[in-house]
């Protein structure tokens, strides 16, 4: 089932607690808001994430939880290091002031926080039941849009099904005009009847939309075809309009007609919605 690039999801297993949402992106971007003490999983956390997602922006965060167990080392040699120099330094400036624990302090790297003992399990159920609740979400919106292109769908066939009714009568009425006109241009010169029918049919030709006509359907057809795979088709329709913009911008040049434009106009603007939908799709 096509999915929305656009979802929400969390899960909680144990101490973890897990929240991811995804968003619109030609790409699958993955940013995640992880503690300290998971970075040794960033990696691992991705590749699971791939394997669900394909496409779209994908946000985890992962609130800290209370760790009992936390212990926070002193690097004693170094502080003493660090109290020697101060030492030192002061002396040699000729300085009053005393080397109290307060400087010590501010040395941030005298600290380590001694890694705690991560239920990686727990974290992993969490991460998993998210992403189920992240696809459920993106589904569900995928098929909201789905409907929406596959009635936009239907309307595009129903305005190129009037184009083709008013095809006979533009080009009837065309090869009309075109001999008047060529006839009225050569005035009384003498020209052989068969011969000007002939060259009228050739600049009729030029103007006749069957072909477009024709790739028009087989694109909508494949289009269709597409949208009810269990792909990812994004890119794919949108490939797929710009070859059908493509039949019905030439459709619009070559038919001087009137309720034939007005129907390409409408076409038209049903492209640009669908566009804008599948734009949110993965």
Same mark, same amino acid.
């Given at each position: ?19 991811? /949402?995804?968003?619109?992106?030609? *790409? ?12 040794? %999983?960033?990696?691992?956390? &991705? ?18 939880? !209370? ?38 302090? #501010? ?28 696809? &459920?979400?993106?589904? !569900?919106?995928? &098929? *909201? ?13 129903? %305005? ?54 024709? /790739? ?12 009810? #795979? ?32 007005? *129907? ?8 640009? &919605? ?9």
């Amino acid at each position: 089932m096509p999915q929305s690039m656009t979802g929400y999801g969390k899960g909680s297993a144990g101490n973890f607690r897990v929240e991811i /949402r995804s968003s619109n992106h030609k *790409n699958l971007d993955i940013h995640i808001n992880i503690p300290y003490y998971l970075f040794s %999983y960033e990696t691992e956390i &991705k590749n699971i994430i791939k394997k669900t997602v394909e496409r779209g922006r994908v946000e985890l965060f992962v609130p800290k939880q !209370e760790m009992d167990n936390i212990k926070l080392k002193v690097n004693k040699s170094l502080a003493r290091e660090y109290y020697n120099a101060f030492v030192l330094l002061r002396d040699e400036l000729s300085l009053s002031d005393n080397i109290g624990i307060d400087i010590l302090a #501010s040395q941030r790297d005298l600290f380590v926080l001694d890694e705690p003992e991560v239920a990686v399990t727990d974290f992993y159920k969490a991460l998993e039941a998210a992403l189920v609740e992240l696809t &459920k979400t993106r589904i !569900e919106e995928g &098929k *909201n849009l789905i409907q929406d292109i596959s009635e936009r769908i239907e309307l595009i066939r129903k %305005y190129i099904s009037d184009i083709e009714e008013k095809r006979d009568e533009f080009t009837s009425l065309a090869r009309e005009r075109l001999y008047d006109r060529l006839k009225e241009f050569l005035g009384d010169i003498q020209v052989d009847e068969t011969r000007l029918v002939q060259e009228t049919a050739i600049l009729i030709e030029r103007t006749d939309i069957t072909e477009e006509l024709v /790739r028009l359907k087989s694109h909508l057809k494949h289009f269709s075809d597409v949208i009810t #795979s269990n792909d990812s088709v994004g890119k794919k329709l949108d490939f797929i309009i710009q070859e059908l913009r493509r039949e019905i911008n030439t459709i619009g040049s070559k038919a001087q007609h009137f309720e034939i434009a007005s *129907n390409v106009v409408e076409v038209k603007h049903e492209l640009e &919605k669908i566009r804008e939908q599948i734009q949110n799709l993965q």
